[in-house]
């Protein structure tokens, strides 16, 4: 039986998603700049053209979406159904600070990428991105299950400011902060945050 021209053209449009995002992750890698990464490099890696990138992710921004969201699946699943603390069933006081670790380690491991996105949402975009209120929703949860803890809405958008990629930029790009006393750093402040009342 013949393959319908619905389900190959489908089939194709993943086959070229998948292309241009393993192009982009590649590129990101390699690059030291993100923005010199053009949609006309991206397509030529991938062997699409520039049309099928734009079809597939709209604009530059929505790749760089579409990338982040990839690279973050691993840690998305480790939230989802790892082992605590970082994934569900450890007391709040324990996921919370397994949460930031994890964010933070994803945005040291990929620092032009999500300095990149978070640039190009411009102002407000940031906050609407599905990846921060996926993170933020994590958040107020756990705190939410803090006793005596004021405001779990605003406390969760507090410790995220702590994660944002230009500042992690900043402080990773001093000399005397490596990423072992990031970590610990941002987990004392987690820590004395979430402290019981």
């Known amino acids: 039986m013949p393959v319908q021209p619905e389900r190959r053209s489908r089939k194709d449009a993943e086959r070229n998603r998948q292309a241009v995002l393993a192009a982009a992750d590649a590129l990101f890698s390699r690059s030291g700049s993100p923005e010199d990464l053009t949609m006309a490099a991206i ?10 990138l734009f ?5 530059r921004t929505g790749l760089l979406r579409a990338l982040y969201e990839a690279r973050l699946e691993p840690v ?10 970082l994934g569900p069933g450890a007391p709040p006081q324990e996921r919370v600070p397994a949460l930031l670790d994890a964010i933070l380690c994803f945005k040291l491991d990929n620092r032009p990428l999500a300095l990149a996105l978070e640039e190009s949402g411009g ?38 400011a702590a994660t944002r990629a ?32």
Not at 43 to 52: F, I, L, Q, W
Not at 55 to 59: P, V
Not at 76 to 85: D, I, K, L, T, Y
């Open 43 to 52: 397509a030529a890696e991938a062997g699409v053209g520039k049309g099928t």
């Open 166 to 197: 230009d500042l992690v930029e900043r402080l990773a790009g001093q000399e005397d902060v490596g990423r072992d006393r990031l970590r610990a750093q941002l987990t004392a402040y987690a820590r004395k945050v979430i402290a019981q009342p």
């Open 55 to 59: 079809r597939a992710f709209g604009d």
């Open 123 to 160: 102002g407000g975009g940031l906050y609407q991105a599905g990846h921060y209120e996926q993170w933020h929703g994590l958040l107020r949860s756990a705190l939410e299950r803090i006793p005596g803890l004021a405001d779990a809405e605003f406390t969760a958008h507090a410790l995220l």
């Open 76 to 85: 998305r699943q480790a939230v989802e159904a790892g082992p605590p603390p």
